[in-house]
């Protein structure tokens, strides 16, 4: 990493040591194969079945206890796993919609044995496994960190078009106008600069230039489940997990070939006082997915075609999907695989109303503008040693993203910006003998920009300077979880991040964290956890030169990553199969939080500056309970956001008080109801003096099984409430219809 040579030697060295570790781990995973090739492991085989139907079941996570091994069953409900250490074993296997079950047995040395589970049936479905929290796959609430994970099952039966429009109704995810936002870390940042990493199974998939989430651009079809941890998560993810983690996890090729196609249109009913336009607004996609294994490779394509009038003027959108999925042979038990996705995109520009009486319009200035985006996502799991104590795996990944602006007239109307970031992770997950697991790591990263909008200014801040900028990060870390003694389990690690742009000094963070659960009986987990958070700037933060709506920006080299220390205590329960209950008290300490402000001597001139310290704390409880034996589920969520500038004492703009959400769904989500409710926002940048106040929004589903299509259709905003979406002189979407047809061949 050239870049970094001119920092001092401390921090030079913090960054080599990233580098060699990525070199020591991988060598080291060869000498951990190499010792295992001489074991005469056993092999664990049979079928994991419905213990009322007798009916096999497929994706169901099937776990060696005491050992690393996983695997999933097949569609047929069988399963293999090779490489059990001989002697007494315990077979755990775990799906949602069941109660876990477990087995034992006795692995013969150099043999295999055969062990069929079947599996009770229970009314509130909860998914069974999460990876994010550790690093490492286990049973939900098995770790002392406050998780979340919404199905891909429940994904599909919200009948939404992105991942964006299911996120709010996971406990403790809230929206700001586009901005994901995780128990009021975030606010409104206008995508740019997010505090929650997004991962693509376990890859970050961020933008390279403004560290956004382009939500668009992650796959529907295949969604295993999405997994969300909350809070200041640095320890083991590094910048962007300042406020909590997404990662969207998509499931693997199956055995079948399967082929999926997916049609929806809609249109949109703005209220008659707010028409624009006498034509329709309407809306449209078609996504064609197909699988298949080719000898030992297994292969899955998608191509998506969508296209959006919008509900405001110059709101279209036109984009185009590509992505592709390769699972790999490998000599491990896990397969290795690699993934490939691609979007391009145009987008009309709105970015405030007109006036109070023509919201859904744009001021005449800026009609017809418009901009082309496309984003590339690459990123591979490499797993060359995985035995039933030693798991190393390597983790390459490339984001390019681009955007040209066509705007009329202004300092912004031909911008243009295009970065790459590569980086790769090493992870060693050990399980020694009698404890639990370890975890070590490496990751390294260069993002190239070139832009001409993004770079140094010149001595005139009138003249914009063409810049090509670059940044460097690097992160080390480490993760023990704490064997159970009495109910008590707990884990400890650390991370130290290196992050170095162009013309500035290097930025240096250390986040440690720990953490304690305790189950006093089985079906009670209690949590307590500390942990420090941190972001490193983004490019746009930094080198960004530009006007915009009247306001000039200049770079500001200067500027460091915010930090924050993150503290919960908190309590998981499922006192019976039918009811699921969460809860838990947050408060989060931030330092050096990135915002505009007046550039020094400059008053009529901005750039972004560390500027805020600020509190947040509040509580999050959710529930899940099913009524009739599973004939009607509801969940509830809420979260209270108390926030505070230490500084104006004033709270934190863009957040709401209160925010609750709702669902009620009946025989298995053929009626569904949701409900979201903000309160008034507290605190607002731009414009202060406009009324602002709470709201509530209304979705109506509905879903019908016909001839082996699924048919679906969604009212949103079905109560046609009229609200400002977080973000002054932007009101939310109006009243629209979807309607969906879903076959699977």
């Known amino acids: 990493m050239t870049a970094l040579h001119s920092a001092s030697a401390p921090r030079r060295a913090a960054l080599a040591a990233a580098g060699a570790a990525l070199v020591s781990l991988g060598a080291l995973g060869r000498t951990l194969r190499a010792q295992d090739s001489s074991a005469t492991p056993a092999t664990l085989r049979g079928v994991v079945s419905d213990a009322r139907t007798g009916h096999p079941l497929g994706d169901a996570t099937v776990i060696v206890a005491g ?37 034992e047995f006795v692995a013969p040395s ?51 078009i992105t991942l964006d429009q299911a996120l709010p109704f996971v406990p403790g ?87 999926v196609v997916s049609a929806h249109y809609g249109a949109f009913a703005p209220p008659s006082r707010y028409r624009f336009t006498g034509r329709r607004l309407d809306f449209s996609g078609l996504a064609l997915q197909h699988s298949r294994r080719v000898g030992d490779v297994g292969v899955r394509l998608l191509v998506d075609r969508e296209t959006s009038d919008g509900f405001r003027q110059d709101d279209r959108s036109d984009r185009w999907l590509l992505r592709g999925k390769v699972e790999l042979p490998s000599p491990a038990t896990r397969p290795s695989f690699a993934y490939a996705v691609y979007s391009a995109e145009d987008d009309g520009n709105f970015f405030a109303w007109r006036d109070a009486g023509h919201p859904y319009e744009v001021p005449p200035a800026t009609a017809d503008d418009w901009a082309r985006n496309s984003k590339l996502s690459v990123g591979a799991t490499l797993v060359p040693v995985a035995t039933g104590s030693r798991l190393v795996e390597v983790t390459p990944y490339l984001e390019r993203d681009a955007t040209q602006n066509h705007f009329h007239g202004g300092a912004d109307s031909t911008d243009y910006h295009r970065a790459t970031k590569v980086g ?57 979880e704490l064997p159970a003694t009495h109910g008590v389990s707990g884990a400890i690690g650390a991370r130290l991040d290196a992050h170095r742009a162009t013309g500035s000094r290097a930025d240096v963070s250390l986040s440690p964290k720990a953490g304690v659960l305790y189950r006093p009986v089985p079906w009670l987990a209690a949590r307590a956890s500390i942990a420090h958070g941190y972001r490193a700037p983004s490019a746009i933060e930094q080198f960004v030169s530009t ?112 925010n609750l959400t709702g669902s009620v769904d009946v025989l298995g989500g053929l009626l569904g109801v949701d409900v979201r409710y903000r309160s008034r926002v507290q605190e607002v940048l731009v414009y202060p003096l406009d009324p602002r106040g709470a709201f509530t929004v209304v979705d109506v589903r509905a879903a019908y099984r016909v001839l082996g299509t699924t048919l679906q259709a969604r009212v949103a905003n079905a109560l046609q409430a009229s609200y400002v979406d977080v973000m ?18």
């Open 547 to 658: 006007t915009q709506q009247g306001f000039h920006v200049i770079p500001n080299p200067d500027l460091h990553g915010e930090t924050a220390w993150s503290a919960e205590i908190g309590a998981t329960g499922t006192p019976w199969d039918w009811l699921w209950l969460d809860a838990a008290l947050f408060q989060s300490e931030y330092r050096g939080l990135i915002a505009p402000a007046s550039a020094p001597a400059q008053p009529f001139v901005f750039q972004f500056r560390n500027v805020q310290r600020a509190r947040v704390r509040g509580v999050d409880l959710s529930v899940k309970a099913a009524i009739r034996g599973g004939a009607v589920t509801t969940q509830l969520s809420y979260v209270y956001v108390d926030s505070r500038d230490l500084d104006t004492h004033l709270a934190l703009p863009y957040r709401s008080r209160h």
């Open 67 to 103: 050992t690393l091994l996983r695997t999933r069953t097949s569609v047929r409900g069988e399963y293999r796993v090779s490489g059990v250490p001989p002697g007494r074993r315990m077979v755990r296997v775990l799906r949602i919609g069941y109660r876990s079950a477990t087995r």
């Open 424 to 480: 790769t992770g090493v992870q060693l997950s050990l399980l020694p003998r009698g404890g639990r697991t370890l975890t070590l790591g490496a990751e390294v990263g260069h993002t190239l920009i070139s832009s001409n909008f993004l770079g140094r200014a010149a001595a005139d801040t009138s003249t914009r300077f063409v810049g090509h900028p670059t940044l460097d990060d690097g992160g080390i870390f480490a993760q023990a």
């Open 728 to 745: 002054e002189r932007t009101l939310g979407p109006p009243r629209s219809v979807l309607l969906t047809a879903m076959r699977t061949f």
């Open 173 to 259: 995810v809230l929206f700001n106008h586009g901005d994901v936002d995780i128990r009021g870390a975030s606010g409104l940042a206008g995508g740019v600069g997010s505090r929650v990493l997004v991962l693509l199974d376990g890859h970050p998939v961020l933008t390279a230039d403004g560290g956004e989430v382009d939500f668009a651009s992650l796959p529907l079809l295949d969604v295993d489940r999405v997994e969300v941890v909350k809070g200041a998560y640095s320890a083991l993810y590094g910048s962007n997990a300042l406020g909590g983690v997404v990662n969207v996890v998509t499931s693997p090729v199956g055995d079948e070939a399967e082929t």
């Open 110 to 160: 150099a043999d295999t044995v055969q062990v069929d589970v079947a599996m009770p049936p229970v009314a509130v479905q909860l998914a069974p496994v999460t990876v994010t929290s550790s690093r490492v796959e286990h049973r939900v609430g098995d770790v002392p960190a406050s998780e979340a994970v919404m199905s891909g099952a429940e994904v599909a039966r919200r009948n939404v």
